[in-house]
DNA sequence: ATGTCTGCAAATCCTTTGCATTTTA
DNA sequence: TAAAATGCAAAGGATTTGCAGACAT
């Protein structure tokens, strides 16, 4: 699993890859694949940005699957570690397939755009933690400013 | 302002130091200091944890101020920068007194403790932020875990 | 077969808004 | 006294819950 060529999105696989490793967790935690899990996790795949639940449900179209299941299983699949979960500001909550790759956002504070960052460099806030005794650590971190285009023309 | 000899909290200060400072800040950011207000930054200044704005509605006592009250005037004090922002999972955010050292905090996912921690090293993301020409920037950082207490007999 | 998932409706939680009145600077 | 802050009531948005029927394993 790895290095097939590139196509419409910068990560490793492909959005049919990455549905195809999701689909792949999923079984391994036991969840069941159905059809408007198989829906949501195709456009979370195809998605370049982090999404609603309310998006996720309107983007799968038409009767695909229903509002409250994206946030059920948007709900399952993130304890499953198969979606990673984004805490935004004014509360909302943003999902993205768990990409291999630990990573964060920056999101302009005008138009809301999002962009991915790569890297992260928590360990010394971490270690903080841990020498507090803590373990089972996650975080969350987003980052917030005004993009280029909006300090331009906005 | 500095080394008095501490109380009961750990930080430079006190709680009645800290309201002193927040009020002076809220007066050079003409923002009027009210009864409601001075009540409100005295439960944050008392608090080890960062509060909700129920939470202060409530510890601030019978008619000291309105929920909404809280809201708004959490809300014009983050921007006036006298007290910090923490949105949490769940999509709830907590208030605390913005203390000169920035700094995040973890939350345990058992008893919902949330710990103060020391340093910020988000330098190398922020700079990826930076180039891709986004300014203005603030971040939001937490951790969660499972505390020592909840490990050992949660 | 059986425990899980789904859709629909309704409930809940948190936060914001509108407006007349009070208060601060 | 002019601008800002407050309280109360009501609206709003996001997420959750209850339950009967449908579905994956």
Redesign the interface.
Known sequence: MSHGHRHDDGCCGGAAGRVEAAVARMKEKSLRVTAPRLKLLRVLAESAQPLSAEDVHRLAGQGALDLVTAYRSLSAMEEAGVVQ?H???R???LYALASGHHH?H?V??RCGRI?R??????????A??LA?????????????????DC?AHG
Do not use: K, Q
Request: proline share 7%.
């Open positions: 979960r805490p935004m500001e509360g909302r909550t964060h920056v302009c504070r962009e960052l790569p890297g992260c460099d928590t360990s010394r806030v971490e903080a933690a507090r005794g803590y373990a089972d650590l996650t975080h969350v971190m987003e980052f917030y400013g005004v993009c280029p300090a």
